[in-house]
């Protein structure tokens, strides 16, 4: 028996053996030629053939028992599977049923059963997501699907009035009011252990990856500085909104300040002119004390009536507002006005009304009482102090406004994009595309299939959208890799690395990126012929600062054993990690030569995604009819859910 050093290799050495004993232990619920139950043709989605029969399957092991497990990998479809299981294993309507998930899929969850079972309602349980108090107001939600958006609209209820409707025969008129049509209620699991900080997390998956390097430095050799890294759900759903957010509140904060030092002004000069008023007041003999009470509670009564119409303007434009914002903002459905921001801003207001209505009252308390009765009041000056938070105001809403239009560095108009994953098999054998020139084949019938849609002008490949490589670390991410240039010590290149891209030839033309210097791919730069690359500005400046980086080679992944590179062009700086990043070093390699898995489809047209949509589809499919399509969208969503 051959040396087995990894599971790797024991799967590949004992796969026919196993695959004999899972067969034996586990037969198949449903096969193929078993026919499908006609209630798949009600779902809204329509199953592909292998997803139908996985859906018989899982229906009839809970005919069997209690719970049943779908596992299959990314883009298989698991949501469709189980939500039409539901819909099957359910005879007769209407049904309940409880859908526990990862936090961050809750709403792709709730999308996902609106567009697939019909006459559903939804409910989200919020509070066993949040830890919270399950008698907490409004901790079950109902959601529903407006313009692509969940949102939460209806039946507002707490876990002990559910329990109520459902358990009390008194209460099962109540139960079936709320449940009258199919219902799917889903919890959002929290798996993080109480008690560990993300230092001790951090701590142990460092240690983790070092013993991994240890243990299999073939898969994970030295030079490639491999790691694991932790990042909070919480950072990696907000992390781009918060600097927006941040700028945005401090702009809201000035205007406060602004406005309120206007209404002190006014107020100030208004009591100017009212000093022989308090004269006679003071005369007839009113207090000190009273005259400025007085004067409070009419910059009070003032700042709660600007509070109240402020909150009112809230109320009837929230609906509004979130219609401008992109659906891709993150947690968006949950931003509604609740009884604490209602406090908050009631405070805010009387605060307002006590800091800046008490220099005017004192000022009027003050006076000479013989002077004002004779000389009666005069103005108050403008205080220079409003033109300079008027200045800081605009200043930050400026900044505002340059994270918004920041250049990417190309055109994202009238660009359509679409997602493609090519497969993985576990047997090599059955891999369509296990090598370069099979997926090089695939890549140029892809791009004559595009290049042929009507209205679309130009096509190209690359395996990662601009502004997209939010965590190069996550699944999906960019290749973050080290290289090594060539007459320059190794040592040198130990810190060497940029993000390594896959194109083909007409990328920058679709995208309209100006090439610097050199030349861009030709449909010639192909698996067997002399390997080259495009360099961004970022790494030409980073590794060549004073050398012309044309002509220039290099080695990725510092391999003695892997071929040079030749630096052929230098492109303007694109921003493949965020509006909000520079300087990352890019280096792009013709897809000819060194393809991707993942790649996605760019193309310029002047027609909208939406009526792209099923012609992309069709020509993807009509190549290979299981290759998943996802995510066709402009390159201003793009950019918008880049923001999010």
């Not at 009027?364 to 005069?378: D, H, P």
Request: charged content about 20%; hydrophobic content about 40%.
């Amino acid at each position: 028996m051959p040396e087995l050093s990894t599971i790797y290799d024991y799967m590949r050495c004992h796969a026919a053996l196993l695959g004999d004993r899972i067969l034996k232990e586990y037969p198949a619920l449903h096969q193929f030629d078993d026919g499908v139950s006609p209630r798949i043709e009600g779902l809204l989605r329509t199953p592909f053939p292998a997803q139908s029969i996985a859906i018989m399957g899982v229906a009839k092991r809970w005919q069997q028992a209690r719970t049943a497990m779908v596992v299959a990998e990314c883009g298989t479809g698991k949501t469709l599977i189980s939500l039409g299981a539901m819909h099957v294993h359910h005879q007769r309507s209407p049904f309940t049923a409880l859908a526990m998930v990862p936090p961050h899929l809750v709403e792709k969850w709730a999308r996902e059963a609106f567009l697939t079972l019909p006459g559903l309602r939804v409910f989200l349980i919020d509070d066993l997501r949040n830890g919270g108090d399950e008698n907490k107001s409004h901790g079950v939600n109902e959601v529903r699907l407006r313009q692509g958006r969940i949102v939460r609209e209806g039946v507002q209820t707490t876990l002990s009035e559910l329990r109520l409707r459902k358990d009390s025969p008194s209460s099962r008129k109540r139960w079936l009011s709320l449940c009258g049509r199919p219902s799917l209620f889903i919890v959002g699991r929290e798996r993080a252990k109480p008690g560990l900080t993300l230092a001790q997390a951090q701590t142990r998956l460092t240690a983790m990856a070092a013993q991994l390097r240890h243990d299999f430095p073939t898969d994970y050799p030295p030079q490639a500085q491999w790691t694991i890294e932790i990042q909070p759900l919480q950072e990696t759903l907000v992390g781009k909104v918060r600097p927006m957010l941040l700028v945005l509140l401090g702009a809201v904060i000035l205007i406060v300040f602004i406005v309120s030092l206007n209404i002190a002004n006014l107020l100030l000069a208004r009591a100017s002119g009212r000093q022989q008023e308090m004269a006679v007041r003071s005369a007839l003999g009113a207090s000190r004390g009273r005259m400025v009470r007085q004067m409070l509670t009419e910059s009070m009564l003032l700042s709660l009536i600007g509070g109240a119409a402020g909150i009112a303007t809230a109320v009837g434009t929230l609906g509004f507002i979130l219609r401008l914002v992109p659906s891709s903002v993150p947690r968006l459905s949950e931003v509604r006005i609740d009884w604490v921001v209602l406090a908050f801003a009631l405070l805010i207001s009387i605060l307002t009304g006590l800091v800046f209505g008490l220099a005017p009252a004192l000022h009027s308390a003050k006076g000479a009482l013989y002077s004002a009765i004779r000389e009666g009041g005069r103005g108050s000056g403008y205080s220079t102090k409003t033109g300079r938070l008027m200045v800081g105001a605009g200043l930050l809403l400026r900044t505002l406004r340059d994270l918004l239009q920041e250049n990417p560095g190309f055109n994202p108009t009238q660009v359509v994009t679409a997602n493609i994953q090519l497969p993985n098999p576990n047997e090599s054998e059955a891999d369509p595309y296990l090598d370069i020139p099979r997926r090089a084949t695939f890549d140029r019938e892809l791009l004559r299939r595009m290049k042929a849609i009507p209205g679309v002008e130009l096509a190209a490949i690359t395996s990662a959208l601009p502004t997209t490589n939010t965590n190069p670390n996550a699944v999906g991410g960019i290749d973050i890799e080290g290289f090594a240039i060539e007459d320059r010590p190794v040592e040198s290149s130990q810190d060497l690395s940029a993000e390594r891209i896959r194109i083909s030839s007409d990328y920058f033309k679709v995208l309209q990126t100006t090439l610097l210097r050199g030349r861009s791919f030709t449909e010639g730069d192909e698996d067997g012929k002399p390997l080259v690359a495009i360099i961004d500005e970022s790494t030409a400046r980073k590794y060549w600062p004073t050398q012309d980086p044309l002509g220039r080679r290099v080695r990725f992944a510092r391999d003695h054993t892997k071929p040079w590179t030749t630096v052929v062009g230098i492109v303007k700086d694109i921003k493949s990690d965020g509006l909000d990043i520079d300087g990352v070093p890019h280096i792009y390699v013709s897809t000819y030569q060194d393809s991707s898995k993942r790649l996605s489809v760019v193309l310029r047209t002047s027609l909208p995604a939406t009526l792209l949509e099923p012609q992309i589809r069709h020509e993807i499919q009509g190549i290979d009819p299981g290759l998943p399509v996802f995510n066709v969208s402009s390159m201003n969503d793009v950019l918008d859910r880049s923001l999010a």
